[in-house]
């Protein structure tokens, strides 16, 4: 077996995060509905930094993560460095 050579990701920072205790559906609004309220709660999340970092990582496409909206990351992530 080689599961020890397989990286697995630190995902501690979840069991702090704000929204667990809210629900997906202020994150994960239907297409054109506010993400307002999402971001006001990852404004007050300790975990913001991890969850952002993770959801630039792993490429997640959908949803408010770190307090950044979809478009928003996308926009990162075209920034030269
Ligand atoms: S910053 Fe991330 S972990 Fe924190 S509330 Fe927002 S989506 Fe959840």
């Avoid at 809210?22 to 006001?40: I, L, N």
């Avoid at 007050?44 to 993560?65: H, I, K, P, Q, T």
């Amino acid at each position: 077996m080689y599961t020890d050579t397989i990286p697995t990701p630190d995902l501690g920072w979840q069991r702090e995060a704000l929204c667990a205790q809210t629900g997906a559906e202020f994150f994960f609004p239907e297409p054109g509905s506010s993400v307002r309220e999402a971001k006001r709660i990852c404004g007050m999340c300790e975990m913001r930094s991890a969850c952002l970092e993770y959801a630039l990582a792993n490429d997640e496409r959908f949803g408010v993560w770190g307090g950044m909206s979809e478009k928003e990351r996308l926009s990162l992530r075209r920034v030269p460095r």
